[in-house]
């Protein structure tokens, strides 16, 4: 399946951020096995948020090799590792990002063109018109499946709700800002005192739980 902007069904629509930097990175093949991964069966099935991830250690493997430069096995893991956990040292963030600047990396940018699971989401189900087997065969009585549906019907709404909002105030001269272009993104997230762990609502659903367990 191609990843231009067309939609899977057709119509066509905004570019996603994911099938954008998929052509602009020249990453062709990758699409298709971020759809393989997240359609597996089981086990071999990848979650959005190892997909996403997957994603941003490829656009940053993919920068270096922009300015030819030669990385060490396990190097771009633990860089994107350095620049995106929470729990890193300021020192040791420094020291990557001087690393990739010595490259040549725009690391601003990089970091700009990194996306969440919601991206990779939304790239899989409207753009390569996709959903694993676990969503498309689970039993309709399910009460996780139920609540989940609930909350993203709701997190949908807000959204929409707060890009007509933006627009509207953006129309009015009233905020500054171009609504063709601006992004929103809406998350609800559950942190856990008892070991202090963060998660969005699906992650945690589709876990089963948090650290604690």
């Known amino acids: 399946m191609s990843d231009s902007h067309d939609s899977p069904g057709g119509k066509r629509g905004p570019e996603s951020k994911v099938s954008r930097l998929l052509r602009e990175r020249d990453l062709d093949g990758f699409g298709a096995e971020l759809e393989r991964r997240w359609t ?15 994603f941003n250690r490829r ?16 190097e771009v893991e633990n860089l994107y590792r350095v620049l995106t956990d929470d729990g ?17 990396v725009d690391v601003e940018r990089l970091e700009t063109d990194f996306v969440s699971h919601r991206a990779m989401r939304t790239y899989l189900t409207s753009y390569r018109g996709v959903t ?13 499946e139920r609540r989940s549906q609930t909350i993203r019907r709701l997190l949908g709404r807000v959204e929409r709700v707060t890009d007509r909002s933006l627009s509207d105030l953006a129309a009015a001269g009233e905020l500054d800002v171009d609504p063709e272009t601006a992004e929103v993104y809406v998350d609800v997230r559950v942190h856990c005192p008892g070991c202090n762990s963060q ?11 948090c650290d604690c367990e």
Request: aromatic fraction near 2%; glycine fraction near 8%; avoid cysteine.
């Open 132 to 144: 694993p087997p676990s969503e498309t065969d689970r039993d309709n009585g399910d009460l996780s």
């Open 59 to 74: 656009l940053l493997r993919a920068a270096l090799d922009e300015r030819n430069e030669r990385v060490i096995d396990g």
């Open 88 to 104: 890193v040292s300021s020192g040791a963030r420094t020291e990557a990002v001087r690393r990739l600047e010595r490259a040549g």
């Open 199 to 209: 998660y969005t609502v699906d992650d945690l659903i589709d876990r089963g739980g």
């Open 40 to 54: 597996a069966e089981a086990d071999a099935r990848s979650s959005l948020r190892d997909l996403a991830d997957a």
